[in-house]
């Protein structure tokens, strides 16, 4: 199967491409739209995804990582004692999933969202038209237009 192209916001005060290169890898928890669920049921291993810090000015893309584990149910949702836990969610028909990423690699140069809109070629990007979903898919030429920005190459 082909490789997919993604973006995932996180804040960089919450968890930055910093600490997911400390880390290695982590599961994308906390997802609570369904839109941005459906879109990580749809992940593969090995697809790539734009890391992108929100709550910063600019917003930006800050580097990539790659899905290692495919989509399950969220156990945070089952957790009373998390920000995250959803009542209404069964365990024999979970509401939320999710999927674990590793770092790949952090971008010298970031690529703000102001710089994102400014390109022709970036128009029909979901970040460019839907800024707040959380996680979204992107086009391979988009993905490789991004890299380009930041001045980066994917090592094989």
């Known amino acids: 199967m082909a490789t997919r192209y993604w973006l995932m916001k996180s804040e960089a005060d919450v968890y930055s491409i910093d600490d997911l290169r400390k880390d290695g890898r982590t599961m994308w928890d906390g997802i609570r739209n369904y839109q941005a669920r ?3 049921q749809e992940m593969a291993e090995g697809d790539l995804v ?3 810090h929100s709550r910063q000015t600019p917003s930006a893309v800050v580097g990539v990582a790659r899905v290692v584990r495919e989509a399950y149910p969220d156990p945070t949702q089952f ?4 920000r995250y836990f959803d009542e209404k969610s069964d365990e024999d028909d979970p509401r939320w999933w999710l999927v674990d990423v590793e770092f790949v690699q952090k971008f010298d140069r970031q690529v703000g969202l102001p710089e994102v809109k ?3 070629t970036l128009s029909d990007m979901v970040l460019v038209n ?3 979903l959380s996680v979204q898919p992107v086009q391979k030429k988009e993905f490789e237009r991004i890299l380009s920005m930041a001045g980066a190459e994917l090592e094989a």
Do not use: A, T
Request: no cysteine; charged share 30%; proline share 6%.
């Open 50 to 52: 734009l890391y992108y």
């Open 118 to 120: 400014e390109m022709k």
């Open 130 to 132: 839907n800024s707040r």
């Open 38 to 40: 459906n879109n990580m």
């Open 79 to 82: 957790d009373p004692k998390n």
